[in-house]
């Protein structure tokens, strides 16, 4: 059975004043998830799943969406705000998404096979596509997943802080720990963050990161329904709290209720987290064309 991809697109792209999956960055009018769904498919995924939000659902299919109904099966799924396990109430303050994890959660009524799950405003490589792709195909237990990893000092913006979950990776090359770190910034001294307490925290650049691109099999879902309902029991009612990706598949991991194996890329990263970081983004993919890693034109 072929792996699916996951696009996750419900964002509302708040750093960046808009929503920056819908963005052209291409020469003739690509986006940065027209690239993303060209590498999944010359890594052999037929189908895709985007989730987003019902109230851009028109804008999304005739941007975004038609434009692969002819190599792809594309499906869509909505993560709105009172998709909550049984019994749980929707707060009266929440205005936005509950998060990354919240949004595969989302895509479980369309996802029929082991999938693939990415961020629809990165840009991650052919590499990432094919290594997960190889590892979905393998015969493997229901618990047992995969990430790509990237390298930390290749992943920030120059125009502003970032959010990054950074890995330690064991011997075996499983995840041993997921760690958010939202306030990460390359500064004249180095890279570092200032934390909460206001002490400052230099991280040398190598670190392995994750960038939200996974590989996972369907025992995912029990397993984020779960942690799910124990997000929303502490912390349901804080209007701006998320049910972040990373922070879910680490609590599993220190549980003993999941393996992770972590898949480094030596492929380049990188997005439009501010509308600054546009042009950098314009000049990298033209440099990939004329590298003749992509066609002028994608889909034609």
């Not at 049984?86 to 205005?95: D, E, T, V, Y």
């Not at 190889?134 to 790509?148: I, Y």
């Not at 480094?264 to 042009?279: A, I, L, M, Q």
Request: glycine share 10%; hydrophobic share 40%.
């Amino acid at each position: 059975m072929k792996p699916e991809l996951v696009v996750m697109a419900a964002g509302a792209g708040s750093r960046f004043g808009g929503l920056k999956q819908l963005e052209p960055v291409g020469p003739n009018g690509e986006k940065i998830l027209d690239y993303a769904l060209f590498d999944a498919r010359r890594a052999g995924v037929e189908r895709v799943v985007f989730v987003i939000r019902k109230a851009f659902e028109q804008a999304f299919h005739q941007q975004v969406g038609c434009r692969y109904r002819k190599w792809m099966d594309v499906a869509y799924a909505f993560q709105e705000l009172d998709l909550l396990p049984q019994g749980f109430p929707l707060p009266g303050a929440r205005s936005k998404p509950w998060g990354t994890a919240h949004a595969i959660l989302a895509a479980r009524g369309e996802t029929r096979s082991p999938f693939l799950a990415i961020n629809a405003d990165d840009f991650y490589g052919r590499l990432c596509f094919e290594t997960l792709t190889r590892f979905l195909a393998r015969p493997a237990r229901e618990s047992a997943h995969a990430m790509a990893a990237f390298t930390l000092a290749n992943t920030l913006s120059e125009h502003g802080t970032v959010a990054r979950a950074v890995c330690t990776v064991g011997p075996t090359g499983l995840l041993q720990a997921l760690e958010e770190h939202t306030g990460l910034e390359r500064t004249a001294d180095g890279i570092g963050e200032r934390g909460p307490d206001g002490a400052y925290r230099r991280f040398s650049g190598q670190e392995p990161v994750s960038m939200n691109i996974w590989g996972f099999h369907p025992g995912i879902f029990d397993q984020l329904q779960e942690g799910f309902a124990r997000f929303l029991a502490g912390h349901g009612q804080d209007p701006g709290a998320e049910f972040a990706l990373p922070t879910a598949v680490n609590e599993l991991i220190q549980a003993g209720r999941t393996k992770v194996l972590v898949l480094p890329t030596s492929d380049p990263w990188f997005g439009v987290t501010y509308r600054e970081d546009k042009p950098t983004v314009v000049a990298r993919i033209q440099a990939l064309i004329e590298a003749g890693e992509y066609p002028v034109s994608l889909w034609s």
